[in-house]
């Protein structure tokens, strides 16, 4: 897969809804009901992060849930990357980039949502052929302001940017020309996943399906 080709699937799936849930999961019996959830409040798109033990197992759960695309974050090793596709991982992300991991992203066809914080952090993907980044963290490098003005001299790239993004400040990310989507937690707080309120979780899911 080329790296044009990987930011075009990941374009895509950045359209489909204005915010990904970024999931940290201990227990792979809350796979399913929370994919569910945020499914049915209108968050399709899913990323489960490599930092728990149960994570490539929650990704197989996520997997067969229907109108899910699943993916997988945190990717950091070849290894992170092999590993989420043979648990059924559609896409991955990155909190930075490196050549070995892009490499081994292209190798295994999975489209890559690599991680950027500077100007030439973002050029080198773009000179590599990736048009779709994560900014990231976006609230410490910055915020809203910050990418606007990133995007002003690379107005070709676009953003789903993540960390410290919260319904609170969303919308200034989400008013951006060079903002496909953004990443954000608190679509699945602890609390309500350790409780089991599947229906809560699909409430905030659908109060940020309308937000942008």
Same mark, same amino acid.
């Given at each position: 897969?080329? @790296? ?31 994919? $569910? ?6 968050? @399709? ?7 728990? @033990?149960? *994570? ?6 996520? *997997? ?20 989420? /596709? ?19 992203? $292209?190798?295994?066809?999975? @489209? ?14 773009? $000179? ?20 606007? *003005? ?31 989507? /953004? ?19 699909? *409430?905030?899911?659908? $109060? ?5």
């Amino acid at each position: 897969m080329t @790296p044009s080709d990987a930011s075009q699937q990941t374009e895509a799936l950045c359209r489909l809804a204005p915010v990904i849930p970024v999931l940290v999961v201990d227990d792979t019996a809350q796979a399913r009901p929370l994919a $569910e959830a945020l499914v049915a409040g209108g968050l @399709p798109v899913l990323e489960v992060t490599l930092r728990t @033990p149960a *994570a490539l197992d929650v990704i197989r759960e996520m *997997a067969q849930v229907e109108g899910g695309k699943v993916g997988a974050g945190t990717l950091l090793t070849p290894k992170d990357v092999q590993d989420a /596709v043979d648990a059924g991982a559609t896409f991955g992300v990155s909190p930075g980039a490196t050549d070995r991991l892009l490499d081994a992203a $292209e190798e295994a066809g999975l @489209p890559m949502l690599p991680g950027a914080a500077t100007s030439s952090e973002v050029m080198a993907l773009l $000179e590599r052929g990736y048009t779709v980044q994560k900014f990231f963290p976006a609230e410490a490098n910055g915020g809203a302001p910050a990418l606007k *003005a990133i995007g002003s001299p690379l107005p070709q790239v676009r953003f789903c940017p993540t960390g410290g993004v919260s319904l609170k400040n969303a919308n200034d990310y989400l008013s951006l020309s060079n903002t496909l989507c /953004v990443g954000g937690s608190w679509v699945a707080p602890k609390d309500k996943v350790a409780s089991g309120d599947w229906d809560g979780i699909s *409430a905030l899911a659908r $109060e940020a399906s309308q937000l942008g």
